[in-house]
């Protein structure tokens, strides 16, 4: 007689796969708790044994600087960048570029402050990959601009950067449309217009 039952047991995952698992349950874990998270706590959340995490990272440390690592990937928002729709209108590519970029902001300074260290300075690895991808949204729209696409991307940055920051963005909330208009428009009405 065979059996023909089969196992339910899950197979196990190789090492690149348990470790993408395991850097996905931390990165929240960290947001939450910083570097005071316990392995415990990341295995409790990953449903693993404590030693899988040893196993897969060596140590704690190593484990935080990879999810620190890919949660400041710069490629999840150009990936999100290049999903916006060529053919919206000006002001709604502005306002999802807006959008994007100060949740990503909103979430960099979040990671930082949770781990225990200043944001980042100087220039961005991705930042000029960030213009190539806004001058090509915006491109349809050249005749509607004042300002070259590459500088608009940097106007955006610098609102989006400045709403981000607690002290700004959570005193006077923003909504991305009225941070679009103030780009767009600036502030003083155009007299020779009317």
Do not use: W
Request: charged share 25%.
């Amino acid at each position: 007689m065979t059996d023909t039952t089969t196992s339910s047991r899950a197979k196990p995952l190789g090492l690149e796969a348990r470790q993408d698992m395991i850097i996905g349950v931390v990165i929240p874990l960290l947001l939450e708790h910083g570097t005071a998270v316990t392995s415990r706590q990341i295995a409790e959340a990953a449903g693993i044994a404590e030693g899988t995490i040893y196993r897969a990272f060596g140590d704690k440390e190593t484990l935080i600087e990879a999810a620190v690592a890919r949660y400041l990937d710069p490629l999840v928002l150009q990936a999100s960048l290049r999903s916006i729709d060529l053919d919206f209108s000006l002001d709604d590519k502005l306002a999802a570029i807006m959008g994007l970029l100060r949740d990503r902001f909103s979430g960099i300074i979040r990671m930082y402050a949770a781990i225990g260290q200043k944001t980042p300075t100087g220039r961005n690895a991705g930042t000029g990959e960030f213009e190539r991808i806004v001058a090509e949204l915006l491109r349809p729209h050249a005749g509607e601009l004042a300002v070259a696409p590459d500088r608009i991307a940097h106007y955006l940055r610098v609102i989006a950067f400045a709403t981000a920051l607690p002290v700004f963005g959570e005193s006077i909330p923003f909504t991305a449309a009225e941070l679009v208009a103030l780009i767009k428009h600036g502030i003083a009405h155009d007299l020779e217009r009317g």
